[in-house]
């Protein structure tokens, strides 16, 4: 019924909250919210990378002028739609406060660590 998640790996279909959806380090990154009982040894999400592909596309018809273009795998694309038949578009209601403090620590969490490791390959140079 599910075919893109189930190839995906993603076998507690009915267990599925909630998910979303990122653009980080050049990746979508596809974060599924399973619902656990308290004390359950199972995860309670699965995050899953997936890659871009680039194409170039024509900007202006009169000026030649080229541009390259990202877009979504269109394996994120089949899931999205299939988790979005599992939860509903509940994913795609307004940003809460709180959702955006999250989102803005973890990514304070990403930039320092990246910070992080350009410091350690600089000084691996001296």
């Given at each position: 019924?599910?075919?893109?998640?189930?190839?995906?790996?993603?076998?507690?279909?009915?267990?599925i909250?909630?998910?979303?959806?990122?653009?980080?380090?050049?990746?979508?990154?596809?974060?599924?919210?399973?619902?656990?009982?308290?004390?359950?040894?199972?995860?309670?999400?699965?995050?899953?990378?997936?890659?871009r592909?680039?194409?170039?596309?024509?900007?202006?018809?009169?000026?030649?002028t080229?541009?390259?273009?990202?877009?979504?795998?269109?394996?994120?694309?089949?899931?999205?739609?299939e988790?979005?038949?599992?939860?509903?578009?509940?994913?795609e209601?307004?940003?809460?406060?709180?959702?955006?403090?999250?989102?803005?620590?973890?990514?304070?969490?990403?930039?320092?660590?990246?910070?992080?490791?350009?410091k350690?390959?600089?000084?691996a140079?001296?």
């Amino acid at each position: 019924m599910y075919p893109t998640l189930q190839s995906m790996g993603i076998t507690s279909i009915q267990d599925i909250e909630k998910f979303t959806l990122r653009y980080e380090g050049g990746h979508d990154v596809l974060k599924i919210y399973y619902r656990r009982e308290k004390g359950s040894l199972l995860p309670k999400s699965k995050k899953f990378k997936f890659g871009r592909s680039t194409k170039t596309v024509l900007a202006d018809g009169g000026q030649q002028t080229y541009r390259q273009v990202q877009e979504p795998s269109l394996i994120v694309l089949r899931a999205m739609e299939e988790l979005e038949k599992i939860v509903g578009k509940q994913h795609e209601t307004k940003a809460t406060k709180e959702d955006l403090i999250k989102e803005l620590e973890h990514l304070e969490k990403v930039v320092n660590s990246k910070i992080e490791e350009l410091k350690t390959k600089i000084q691996a140079m001296e």
